[in-house]
């Protein structure tokens, strides 16, 4: 059985299904790329893929090794490049929350996680990772 199954809704539009448990995700084209720009655009959900997975296998860590990591947030940015078009830069802030103070081995635990979690290690080494960890 498959993961996802995603339909073709026309003018630039798919739904994804998660075939496990039925949410659902909508996809458009760009503004800049022919479309109406009113949902996460493919690459965007790439971008937002790993953003989440750090933030994932940064939780499974935390909480092996005790760390509250409750509140973290991150903000991302997508740089596209145009020939050929694809992503060229993905930017991720990670801001810590303000009530934990993390020693130095937390921090090199988190951090190595993120940066080793199974999206930032699929992506093609052309795609620029810049990640940043405000403290």
């Given at each position: 059985m498959s993961t996802i199954s995603t339909v073709y809704s026309g003018n630039l539009r798919t739904q994804a299904t998660h075939n496990?448990?039925?949410?659902?995700?909508?996809?458009?084209?760009?503004?800049?790329?022919?479309?109406?720009?009113e949902a996460?655009?493919?690459?965007d959900l790439v971008c937002a893929a790993l953003g989440s997975c750090m933030l994932t296998i940064?939780?499974?860590?935390?909480?092996?090794?005790?760390?509250q990591l409750e509140g973290?947030?991150?903000?991302?940015?997508k740089i596209m490049a145009a020939e050929p078009r694809r992503i060229a830069e993905?930017?991720?802030?990670?801001?810590?929350?303000?009530?934990?103070?993390?020693?130095?081995?937390?921090?090199?635990?988190?951090e190595n996680?993120?940066?080793t979690c199974p999206v930032a290690l699929s992506l093609h080494p052309e795609i620029k990772?810049?990640?940043a960890f405000n403290y």
């Amino acid at each position: 059985m498959s993961t996802i199954s995603t339909v073709y809704s026309g003018n630039l539009r798919t739904q994804a299904t998660h075939n496990a448990s039925g949410n659902t995700i909508i996809t458009d084209a760009p503004t800049d790329n022919n479309g109406r720009g009113e949902a996460f655009s493919p690459s965007d959900l790439v971008c937002a893929a790993l953003g989440s997975c750090m933030l994932t296998i940064m939780g499974i860590v935390a909480e092996r090794n005790n760390i509250q990591l409750e509140g973290t947030t991150l903000e991302i940015k997508k740089i596209m490049a145009a020939e050929p078009r694809r992503i060229a830069e993905v930017v991720i802030g990670f801001n810590m929350p303000d009530s934990n103070t993390f020693t130095d081995k937390e921090k090199a635990i988190l951090e190595n996680a993120a940066r080793t979690c199974p999206v930032a290690l699929s992506l093609h080494p052309e795609i620029k990772q810049t990640v940043a960890f405000n403290y």
